[in-house]
């Protein structure tokens, strides 16, 4: 049957999607008894699970042992400036669904440590509990624990200047009502910042601040040097690649337990209410730039290409405070960020962390930032930034040290290791970010994926090579015996080398699946690091139940996709094209938007979907003329091209029968695909540990 104008609309990209996923339940042919020697662990949330192993808790020791768990200044800087606890667990989102639940970790609050939880882990989980307001010095003050972020208020002439607002706009309301009850004077906000283009330093905006009061120029929203453009196109290239590999990095689909999701180093971990974005209405556009905001006296570092593509740190004279976004906090972040991003410039983000101690911490008394805690005194304030502008530096010349001997990247992660100083600090430890997978990072950024082997350069996909691998070792049987042999033995890494053959080869046998699932939660528990810990136990679960699905609540946002130019609406549009699908199909069509006077040549040809701005074709097969504003309905699903046509707010001249060719040859990419093989089995869900109720979808998160 041909396309219809709703398969066209199926084409536009929900950017900032929240998916709220339903539990289901586990069958008993998937609860069926692993081969591996150990038992199943009562209390674990899941019926397959297993307890640490005495190699695993081996390791952990000894982790307990070397790491400087005497030093607590951490513990007295997060609890300093203390003044109310948020009186309710939870936080309803605005759909009826569970927001945050800060209640569910209660569980680290009940025991000092655990033995399926890294040492390090724990400890940043317990800094992590604070769920209240503080103040950071009179006229600053931060609510911390509503989300992955914190959210700040500095004190202007006429209002609150907000820094940050969170994730999600239940959160960032409940923020504000905490806040306004025991120190907001009965003042409005005047100001927010976005201090970069990340979803949880914008995404609850619309939780404070109305879109009229923007408008009518009562609130000014500041924003970093092409915030709009990396914030728009950060979520729309690869967001559903993005999403699902997102659901590994923090664990989206994982129950908060002990044996599961325990923290993301950064904070608790994603809310899961309404995602917006209002515009900003001032960018800062130079390196360094000073202006007042609401009165208050604030200098602007813009620091491009570090945390984020766009992000800036501020100065604030007059109180001698320093924010630094999110390029300083209590961890090693990500240079290479498992959920996938273009990877960061670690010698780039050095060097501005070294600007900000020259320009502005050789005088700052307090240094804050969007997560964690803040660091008072000048000496502590530059030793911070010190270790931290060291941090990055090291990662970066000592991994290109190692690269230029021959370290390939299917290498560096065994052999690049931080200075025993930086190990031995704990905001240098890997919270977000591990020394692991950021080395490789650091190599794929200069010398990309190819690690000069020539049996690498072309490689056979795995489930293609598998088969050969398991043919050559004996087939199954000796295979699952080495595997439990390795197993036994501690020796995980290697266990899962030749599990995941003996998987890829034959991925509907749940005997081996089970066998590397318990590989996969031993290596987990021994991660400090929360991406890999998660990604671990992600891939655990899945591969004893199958994918986590059920039914989803669209809960997109209008003005996120509005904020999208037209030039990438139509890149986006390329991207989801199958080119299979457009094979002897071309056509030539202009798009005009009067409004805005914007023009486009978009051509179809070689099975390729092309565009440029500022030109037009002499002789189209189609001119399609519309404003952007009607242009930005479509894009929203609130109207489509045969609505627009037929009441006249859009024009058509020549064969609109190219539309419909279009959408034939789109195809919609599915928010839980497959990353292990034979994983998606249906329903399945862990009884007593829920996972949340939704999941931010197609937002960038760190």
């Known amino acids: 049957m041909a396309p219809n104008r709703r398969d066209f609309m199926k084409t536009v990209p929900a950017i900032g999607a929240a998916f709220a996923v339903s539990p289901t339940f586990l069958s008993e042919e998937a609860a069926a008894q692993t081969t591996s020697t150990a038992a199943p662990l009562e209390g674990h949330f899941h019926p397959k699970g297993k307890a640490p192993s005495e190699h695993t808790l081996k390791i952990l020791a000894e982790a307990k042992e070397t790491l400087p768990f005497s030093d607590t200044q951490d513990f007295d800087e997060v609890a300093k400036g203390f003044i109310a606890q948020m009186p309710e667990p939870q936080i309803m989102a605005d759909a009826g669904n569970v927001a945050w639940d800060r209640g569910a970790f209660d569980f680290i609050d009940e025991q000092d440590e655990y033995d399926s939880i890294h040492p390090s882990l724990m400890r940043i989980s317990k800094l992590n509990q604070n769920y209240g307001l503080y103040e950071v010095i009179p006229g600053i003050y931060q609510v911390r624990g509503f989300d992955l972020s914190d959210i700040s208020f500095v004190r202007g002439k006429t209002g609150w200047i907000a820094i940050d607002p969170l994730v999600s706009a239940e959160t960032a309301r409940a923020a504000w009502e905490l806040f306004s009850e025991h120190k907001g004077e009965g003042l409005p906000i005047t100001a927010v910042i976005y201090s970069h283009s990340h979803g949880d330093h914008w995404g609850g905006v619309r939780g404070i601040v109305s879109q009229e009061d923007v408008d009518s120029g009562k609130v000014e929203i500041i924003a970093s040097r092409d915030f709009m453009e990396h914030t728009i196109s950060e979520n729309v290239f690869a967001g559903n690649a993005m999403n699902r590999r997102l659901f590994y990095q923090y664990g989206l689909l994982l129950p908060v337990a002990p044996h599961g999701f325990v923290n993301q180093g950064l904070g608790k971990r994603v809310s899961a209410g309404a995602v917006g974005l209002i515009a900003p209405t001032r960018i800062v556009e130079d390196d ?70 020259f320009l502005f911490g050789q005088e700052a008394e307090v240094m804050f930032a969007s997560h964690h805690w803040p660091r008072w005194g000048n000496d502590r304030v530059q030793q911070v930034l010190k270790d931290q502008r060291d941090l990055y530096a090291h990662m970066n010349n000592q991994t290109l040290h190692l690269a230029n001997q021959g370290v390939t990247i299917n290498q560096i992660h065994h052999h690049y290791e931080p200075s025993q100083g930086l190990q031995q600090t704990w905001h240098t430890r890997g919270y977000h970010g591990s020394p692991q997978h950021n080395s490789r990072g650091v190599v794929q950024r200069f010398l990309g994926f190819w690690d000069c082997n020539p049996a690498t350069l072309i490689p056979l996909e795995p489930e293609a090579s598998a088969p050969l691998y398991v043919e050559m070792m004996g087939g199954k049987d000796p295979i699952i015996a080495k595997g439990l042999e390795l197993h ?215």
């Open 488 to 702: 036994n033995a501690g020796q995980y890494f290697e266990a899962s080398e030749i599990l995941n053959k003996l998987f890829l080869s034959d991925p509907s046998d749940q005997e081996v699946k089970d066998l590397l699932a318990d590989v996969y939660e031993q290596l987990g528990y021994q991660q400090e690091n929360p991406g890999l810990r998660n990604s671990f136990l992600s891939g655990a679960y899945e591969l004893r139940s199958g994918i986590p699905t059920g039914e989803t609540a669209d809960t997109s946002s209008p003005e996120v996709i509005r904020a999208m130019s037209t030039e990438l609406f139509l890149d986006f549009l390329a991207i989801k094209m199958d080119s299979r699908k457009a094979e002897g199909i071309e056509f030539t069509m202009n798009l005009s938007t009067p409004d805005n006077g914007e023009m486009f040549a978009i051509e179809l040809a070689k099975a390729t979907l092309t565009n440029v701005e500022g030109f037009a074709f002499d002789e189209p097969d189609l001119t399609l003329t519309l404003n952007r504003s009607d242009l930005e309905l479509v894009m929203t699903g609130e109207a489509d091209f045969e609505d627009l046509l037929a009441d006249g707010r859009a024009t058509a001249d020549g064969d609109v029968s190219v539309l419909i060719k279009l959408a034939g040859a789109m195809v919609e990419f599915d928010p839980l695909f497959e990353v292990l093989p034979g994983t998606s089995t249906g329903p399945t869900e862990v009884a007593e540990a829920e996972p949340l109720q939704a999941v931010t979808g197609q937002v960038v998160i760190e």
């Open 288 to 357: 360094i730039e000073e202006f007042e905001v609401d009165g208050v006296r604030m200098i602007f570092q813009n620091t491009p290409n570090t945390e984020a593509p766009s992000e800036m740190n501020t100065y604030i004279p007059d109180m001698k405070a320093l924010w630094m976004a999110e390029n300083v906090t209590a961890t090693l972040h990500n240079i290479y960020t498992l959920r996938g991003a273009p990877v960061r410039d670690a010698l780039r983000w050095s060097k501005y962390i070294s600007r900000a101690l």
